[in-house]
């Protein structure tokens, strides 16, 4: 019997593609292909592309570059694919060039170059699917594509109108996920707060509740699973207020991710931003008044054009009242589709980039007091990795990847995934270091 073919797949991006990547992994192991470790193992490398800055654009074209090279048949999908001209002026070589979500044709294009084998067993693949994170966590997917328009942004162009999944479809992975050892479950999607709008809120069943199909049911329903729920992507629409007494309750992770990407009001009009409102200060602060351990975390962008000094002051002295916990911050880049690049007073590379550090002292700054103010506490944490000297683990606050962590001495018997109770010794500015409190580790099956 001739071995099963090979698939290299390269995942750049965002974990929105991250989920594609694992959507399109599943299907194949389900018809029996495996997967290969490197380039040489390979019979077709299929490349998940991100399009979004130009710099991402040219890391997918030198991942492209690097795939055709190493191993000569490559197929390209992901959000570069909508840009097939760009991609084949480039490498003229790939076999096929799929845009995001097009998981048929992407499918397709791998069985053209590499057919599925005969008779592949149904069962090959995990209930859960393949998943590209480690076993105790997975991203969740809950809508594609985006309604707004956002002057900075090419996401709605190139992934189309809200699409929500059936709350039903959502809730069944989830459950499948923690059955299969996932302790925390990371909401994702362009805009998750926007949930259900497109399937005008319809009601569902699920375990016995009458629900709807909207982002706080949804979240409810999710927290009665067991598993940590994390929300990323939430826009401050006033019905996100209904998410505070979910966090207090403990269903959800006292964790907001909300992109608000300035605060000048001049500016966040001329950005064209959802939602945008001059109350978010005092929102904030009943947020945190309902619930004080709530950890925010949002992302900027500085060198917007006709974005003034005075407007930059005024972000700064935002962000020093809102006391975000934690912040990314981008140089703004002339994304090629997007409707800034016509706004005129362009602001000259050197002012971004002395803003940009500015922010990021700032941020520094606020970030350190907030996390000194945890020092002497107890809380949860979820442990990432053991390492030969010592255990990285999160808190509720800290996101993977993005946020950042709390370590611990190395103690036997601790393994990833495990939610431990610990004693916060101390802070810098953006990590915390704790010894756990022995007598409620609690060890992940
Ligand atoms: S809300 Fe704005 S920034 Fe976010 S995906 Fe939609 S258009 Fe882009």
Redesign the pocket.
Known sequence: MSAAPRIGFVSLGCPKALVDSERILSRLRAEGYETAADYAGADVVVVNTCGFLDSAREESLDAIGEALAENGRVIVTGCLGVHADLIRARHPGVLAVTGPHRYEEVIAAIHDACPPPHAPYADLIPPQGIRLTPRHYAYVKISEG?N???SF?I??SLRGPLVSRTATDVLEEAERLVRAGVRELLVIS??TSAYGVDLKYAPFEWRGRNLRTRLTDLADALGELGAWVRLHYV?PYPHVDELIPLMAEGKVLPYLDI?FQHASPRILKAMRR?ATDEKTLERIRAWRDAVPSLTLRSSFIVGFPGETGADFEYLLEWLDEAELDRVGCFRYEAVDGAASNALPDPVPAPVIEERWHRLMAAQQAISARRLARLVGTRIEAIVDRVEEDRIVARSKGDAPEIDGNVYLPRIDGIRPGAIVEVEVEDSDEYDLYASPVLDDVRVAS
């Open positions: 985006c707004h328009r956002c942004c996401i709605p362009q805009d826009y992109p959802p």
